[in-house]
């Protein structure tokens, strides 16, 4: 998603609150197309004991 860097302060404070779609929602600016993007880094310590995983 981009947004316009002019988007309202209030409106950017809510994203801590809620999903980002909710708080635009509220301010009738709809979300018409979504990617996801992962980013992931190797496990290491308790992670890597806890879930098995190999480094």
């Not at 609150?17 to 310590?45: H, Q, S």
């Amino acid at each position: 998603m981009t947004l316009s860097a002019d988007v309202e302060g209030e409106i950017v404070d809510q994203f801590a609150e809620r999903l980002v779609t909710e708080a635009l929602r509220r301010y009738n600016i709809l979300v018409t197309n979504t990617d996801l993007i992962i980013d992931a880094a190797p496990a290491t310590g308790q992670v890597e004991e806890v879930f098995g995983i190999s480094t």
